[in-house]
């Protein structure tokens, strides 16, 4: 079965991945300049998501979807496992967001490019100049129902816990006063492990979302506690207790 699977997965899974990644970048950036970045990213980048998961035999559930109010903007923090996050939510959270992601995914072949006409945010966080003009360029594309995506963590996580948040996220949150949604993914880290290409297909992963949690004042202290809560949360359903803060 291993062997099985490995030839599946590297035969079949990736070859179909990286032929459905061309022609949806190639389908994105033609209509990009005649559409709306959220309508061509409903009709490019969330069938490229869910045909590279179908080929991967992951099935995904949604919890929570009852907490998503229609029309309401919001700064969304999730839990990092796996580069099949990325899958995961585009494909199925259904809510137009734009990412926060770290700047060397702009040299990605294709995906880079498209993620820069769709809007989404390259950060450097070794220079924190350039960081925060990333993160001030992500206020402005807060409208309309519009929302921002952030892996507060920074980075995935090598173990499968969650590890300790950065505040960048959480400042927007209270300088806007946007709510922050937490969301937790689970799942993801056993279809492909950060530090192997050892593919897993046929996994089941899962998005919960939780209720959103609106900022509370302006202080540091009202930020740690919007931090707090937001780790409890998204730490809750994996059975693991909150991390303490990273500054």
């Keep these: 079965m291993r062997l099985f699977s490995f030839l599946y997965s590297w035969l079949v899974v990736v070859p179909l991945m990286t032929a459905t990644t061309l022609l949806f970048g190639a389908l ?5 300049p005649f559409l709306h970045p959220d309508r061509v990213a409903r009709l490019t980048a969330v069938p490229w998501a869910r045909l590279c998961l179908f080929y991967s035999n992951v099935r995904v559930d949604v919890h929570g979807s009852e907490h998503l109010q229609s029309g309401q903007s919001y700064v969304i923090v999730a839990n990092h496992l796996s580069q099949f996050d ?7 959270l259904e809510v137009d967001f734009r990412w926060v992601m770290k700047h060397e995914l702009r040299r990605m072949p ?3 490019i498209c993620c820069e006409k769709l809007g989404h945010i390259f950060i450097n966080r070794s220079d924190t100049q350039a960081a925060i003009a990333s993160l001030n360029q992500a206020r402005t594309r807060l409208a309309n129902g519009a929302s921002v995506l952030f892996f507060p963590e920074g980075t995935r996580s090598r173990t499968g816990q969650i590890k300790p948040f950065k505040k960048g996220a959480f400042k927007m949150a209270q300088e806007l006063q946007l709510p922050v949604l937490p969301v937790t993914l689970t799942g993801t880290f056993e279809i492909l492990p950060p530090g192997t290409v050892r593919l897993r297909p046929g996994q089941h992963a899962q998005i919960t979302l939780h209720p959103a949690i ?19 949360a998204i730490a809750a359903p994996l059975g693991e207790a909150c991390p303490q803060l990273s500054l």
């Design 110 to 112: 294709v995906i880079g």
């Design 86 to 92: 990325i899958f995961v939510l585009y494909g199925y």
């Design 214 to 232: 609106v900022p509370v004042g302006s202080s540091e202290a009202e930020l740690v506690q919007l931090i707090h809560q937001s780790q409890t």
């Design 28 to 32: 994105c950036l033609l209509l990009v």
